[in-house]
């Protein structure tokens, strides 16, 4: 693999680099997964069912201390869970502030209500309701992002789409983004390799259309592989009894950490609700 | 045409593959192939790449069916319409296990437990028997501390031995091995042959296919040589081995340049066996 602080100036060390990154990410997250944290030790299901339970009245909550609130809950959990605050920092809490910060960037401007400051040279007006509105659209995604991010670094995958059995996700459809997210890392390698074979034998600059055509006959090889690979898959499901029906065995039974937290997690759920309506 | 039975008036064969022929489009993959396998025999089949050899394995797994010709599983026909059937596709199914060369390919679950898990699961075998077997195999594979892992995350080795695991938990009495020991590193080769060896007189049937000499006489009884999709010869695997000429026309023996002590740098063909 590219070393990361290699000079990516070309097309293909770009598109290498960004193979790897996506790996190296992945590889991020299963490792936090499996740290020795407070929701690492919860059971998926009664992770994904509170983390829901707390982003739902984060949505709806109209009042900034119930936000403030929820979002304190998210920190302390990513905390008790060995989450690093860096990683929330630049992933979640910079990107969302950035992404909702530029659709929320004219609420305070054309929100009708009480003006509480005009902007020097322009002279526009900023009204509370309008700060009031895009404070509440900031808050409430950082919250929820945070939760979800939350959510998948603390738990396998492969355990986040087993527990979405118990909000009643078909089992084929299960099965389907299981297997998905198991192929995408060997097409994401078998890219990476024919992108860096491809860069090996390669000098200098390749022009905008040579850059077209790599991207397009790269893409269409994969897509050949794709195919290869998912009619001998198939031919190895049938193998082994595939009939067109899929199972999965039940999971783990709860423990009794995991019934008090999912309690826990109704009654700050609850009472966010009720402080926030 | 080739027609070769070893040890034909014994038993009755598991399987009888009579004067079959496979086309990939205008490619003749198999052509009028005939062969016998039977019961509790480890049958190698020997073969350069292309020769036919993987193909008469997805037929013997019933994943595809001869353009001519037929194969019989136990006396009954391997048709599809057979393999479909409620009955006798689950017994085959149970009966019949397929390692694939390519690990990634067989290995298409989330973690090895649940790859391990699929086949019990399709054959809908009780929870509390899936799991004790899971545990049984994975123990005998030396691969228990694996069973939380993804996959993606192995080496090729621990991949294979996780795809043959994902067979026999299922506890065939047939085994269909497609190149075991091809791309692995010297130990984990050496495991894959362990296992092959140490299957002798277990009761089952396992037919191998591979192109490499030094393994044959180790995991076999039976030796078929396949060329351009014919068996060109059958015979126990220290017969085959010491032809030769047989093996230079098959391209199963190579040469390739080396240095001898005294210096001298020459190529010609030779194998890499062990003395006693």
């Given at each position: 693999m590219a070393p990361r602080n290699r000079r990516r100036s070309g097309f293909m060390e770009r598109t290498a680099a960004s193979f790897v990154d996506a790996l190296e990410h992945t590889f991020y997250a299963e490792e936090t997964a499996r740290a020795d944290g407070l929701l690492q030790h919860l059971d998926p299901r009664v992770k994904l069912l509170g983390i829901l339970a707390l982003i739902l009245p984060a949505a709806?909550?109209?009042?900034?201390?119930?936000?403030?609130?929820?979002?304190?809950?998210?920190?302390?959990?990513?905390?008790?869970?060995?989450?690093?605050?860096?990683v929330l920092l630049r992933r979640v809490w910079i990107a969302v502030l950035l992404f909702t910060g530029v659709i929320a960037l004219p609420a305070p401007f054309v929100t009708p209500g009480h003006v509480t400051y005009h902007l020097p040279w322009l002279g526009w007006a900023i009204t509370s309701q309008g700060l009031e509105s895009a404070g509440y659209l900031v808050l409430r995604v950082e919250t929820a992002?945070?939760?979800?991010?939350?959510?998948?670094?603390?738990?396998?995958?492969?355990?986040?789409?087993?527990?979405?059995?118990?909000?009643?996700?078909?089992?084929?459809?299960?099965?389907?983004?299981?297997?998905?997210?198991?192929?995408?890392?060997?097409?994401?390698?078998?890219?990476?390799?024919?992108?860096?074979?491809?860069?090996?034998r390669m000098v200098g600059e390749l022009t905008g259309r040579e850059r077209r055509r790599v991207a397009a006959s790269s893409a269409g090889v994969?897509?050949?592989?794709?195919?290869?690979?998912?009619?001998?898959?198939?031919?190895?499901?049938?193998?082994?009894?595939?009939?067109?029906?899929?199972?999965?065995?039940?999971?783990?039974?709860?423990?009794?950490?995991?019934?008090?937290?999912?309690?826990?997690?109704?009654?700050?759920?609850a009472a966010a609700f009720w402080w926030g309506r | 045409m080739s027609s070769i039975n070893l040890n034909a008036a014994e038993q009755p064969a598991v399987y009888e593959v009579c004067d079959v022929t496979y086309r990939y489009r205008e490619v003749t993959a198999l052509d009028h192939l005939n062969l016998a396998?039977?019961?509790?025999?480890?049958?190698?089949?020997?073969?350069?790449?292309?020769?036919?050899?993987?193909?008469?394995?997805?037929?013997?797994?019933?994943?595809?069916?001869?353009?001519?010709?037929?194969?019989?599983?136990?006396?009954?026909?391997?048709?599809?319409?057979?393999?479909?059937?409620?009955?006798?596709?689950?017994?085959?199914?149970?009966?019949?296990?397929?390692?694939?060369?390519?690990?990634?390919?067989?290995?298409?679950?989330?973690?090895?437990?649940?790859?391990?898990?699929?086949?019990?699961?399709?054959?809908?075998?009780?929870?509390?028997?899936?799991?004790r077997r899971i545990s049984e195999t994975l123990g005998m594979m030396e691969i228990t501390h694996l069973k939380e892992r993804s996959p993606h995350h192995l080496s090729m080795g621990e991949k294979k031995r996780v795809a043959l695991a994902s067979v026999l938990v299922l506890d065939p009495e047939i085994l269909l091995l497609d190149e075991p020991t091809a791309a692995l590193d010297p130990k984990s080769e050496s495991h894959m042959i362990d296992f092959l060896v140490r299957s002798k007189g277990g009761g089952k049937t396992i037919v191998t296919t591979t192109h490499d000499l030094d393994i044959a006489e180790d995991i076999a009884d039976d030796c078929f040589v396949f060329h351009e999709g014919c068996i060109v010869a059958g015979a126990p695997p220290a017969e085959i081995l010491s032809d030769l000429s047989l093996l230079k026309r098959t391209d199963l023996l190579h040469s390739h340049l080396h240095v001898h002590k005294s210096g001298e740098v020459h190529a010609h063909p030779h194998l890499h066996q062990h003395q006693e």
């Amino acid at each position: 693999m590219a070393p990361r602080n290699r000079r990516r100036s070309g097309f293909m060390e770009r598109t290498a680099a960004s193979f790897v990154d996506a790996l190296e990410h992945t590889f991020y997250a299963e490792e936090t997964a499996r740290a020795d944290g407070l929701l690492q030790h919860l059971d998926p299901r009664v992770k994904l069912l509170g983390i829901l339970a707390l982003i739902l009245p984060a949505a709806a909550a109209r009042s900034f201390a119930v936000m403030g609130g929820l979002f304190a809950v998210a920190v302390l959990l990513a905390a008790a869970s060995h989450v690093s605050f860096g990683v929330l920092l630049r992933r979640v809490w910079i990107a969302v502030l950035l992404f909702t910060g530029v659709i929320a960037l004219p609420a305070p401007f054309v929100t009708p209500g009480h003006v509480t400051y005009h902007l020097p040279w322009l002279g526009w007006a900023i009204t509370s309701q309008g700060l009031e509105s895009a404070g509440y659209l900031v808050l409430r995604v950082e919250t929820a992002a945070t939760l979800c991010v939350l959510l998948v670094l603390t738990t396998p995958w492969n355990d986040v789409l087993k527990a979405l059995r118990v909000l009643r996700v078909p089992v084929v459809m299960v099965t389907i983004l299981g297997m998905t997210y198991r192929y995408v890392f060997l097409l994401l390698e078998a890219a990476h390799d024919m992108f860096e074979s491809r860069r090996s034998r390669m000098v200098g600059e390749l022009t905008g259309r040579e850059r077209r055509r790599v991207a397009a006959s790269s893409a269409g090889v994969l897509m050949s592989k794709t195919f290869d690979l998912s009619s001998e898959v198939y031919l190895a499901m049938q193998s082994r009894g595939f009939r067109g029906e899929v199972y999965i065995l039940d999971g783990s039974r709860m423990q009794s950490f995991d019934w008090i937290m999912l309690a826990g997690f109704t009654l700050i759920s609850a009472a966010a609700f009720w402080w926030g309506r | 045409m080739s027609s070769i039975n070893l040890n034909a008036a014994e038993q009755p064969a598991v399987y009888e593959v009579c004067d079959v022929t496979y086309r990939y489009r205008e490619v003749t993959a198999l052509d009028h192939l005939n062969l016998a396998v039977k019961p509790g025999r480890r049958v190698v089949l020997l073969g350069a790449n292309g020769s036919g050899k993987s193909t008469l394995l997805r037929i013997l797994n019933g994943l595809c069916f001869p353009d001519e010709g037929k194969v019989h599983f136990c006396g009954k026909p391997l048709t599809e319409e057979n393999i479909e059937s409620d009955g006798f596709g689950l017994e085959f199914r149970r009966r019949v296990g397929l390692v694939f060369q390519n690990p990634d390919v067989q290995l298409f679950c989330p973690t090895v437990f649940d790859e391990v898990a699929f086949g019990p699961l399709q054959l809908r075998w009780p929870d509390e028997q899936i799991r004790r077997r899971i545990s049984e195999t994975l123990g005998m594979m030396e691969i228990t501390h694996l069973k939380e892992r993804s996959p993606h995350h192995l080496s090729m080795g621990e991949k294979k031995r996780v795809a043959l695991a994902s067979v026999l938990v299922l506890d065939p009495e047939i085994l269909l091995l497609d190149e075991p020991t091809a791309a692995l590193d010297p130990k984990s080769e050496s495991h894959m042959i362990d296992f092959l060896v140490r299957s002798k007189g277990g009761g089952k049937t396992i037919v191998t296919t591979t192109h490499d000499l030094d393994i044959a006489e180790d995991i076999a009884d039976d030796c078929f040589v396949f060329h351009e999709g014919c068996i060109v010869a059958g015979a126990p695997p220290a017969e085959i081995l010491s032809d030769l000429s047989l093996l230079k026309r098959t391209d199963l023996l190579h040469s390739h340049l080396h240095v001898h002590k005294s210096g001298e740098v020459h190529a010609h063909p030779h194998l890499h066996q062990h003395q006693e």
